[in-house]
Nanobody
Framework: QVQLMESGGGLVQVGGSLKLSCAAS????????MGWYRQAPGKQRELVADITVGGSTHYAAFVKGRFTISRDNDKSTVYLQLNSLNPEDTAVYYC??????????????WGQGTQVTVSS
């Protein structure tokens, strides 16, 4: 079993920054890929970024160079640095993890989410 816990969300102004963290516990040796989804009100959940244990990364097109994902394998923790935030980034950000090379196919583990709100 794996448990994920996110932190670091909050309220920021347009152009501001936040750093999200997600710590995994339990059977963390099975987690080859970790990353982040987000879901805004009235919209579907969408993949933001993911990273494998080997350091390979993937970003959604809407990131446009503004976000950076990183991973500390010793701590079983993944981070998402959010820069140049705009109101369209307002969403609940969910940590996800799984044993494969991508989170696009049914990630089995999910955190409870952390709210990011960007005000103009």
């Amino acid at each position: 079993q794996v448990q994920l816990m996110e932190s670091g969300g909050g309220l920021v102004q347009v152009g501001g920054s936040l750093k999200l963290s997600c710590a995994a516990s339990g059977s963390t040796s099975t987690l080859n890929v970790m990353g982040w989804y987000r879901q805004a009100p009235g919209k579907q959940r969408e993949l933001v970024a993911d990273i494998t244990v080997g350091g390979s990364t993937h970003y959604a097109a809407f990131v446009k160079g503004r976000f950076t994902i990183s991973r500390d394998n010793d701590k079983s923790t993944v981070y998402l640095q959010l820069n140049s935030l705009n109101p369209e980034d307002t969403a609940v950000y969910y940590c996800a993890a799984g044993p494969l090379t991508s989170l696009q196919t049914h990630p089995p583990y999910w955190g409870q989410g952390t709210q990011v709100t960007v005000s103009s």
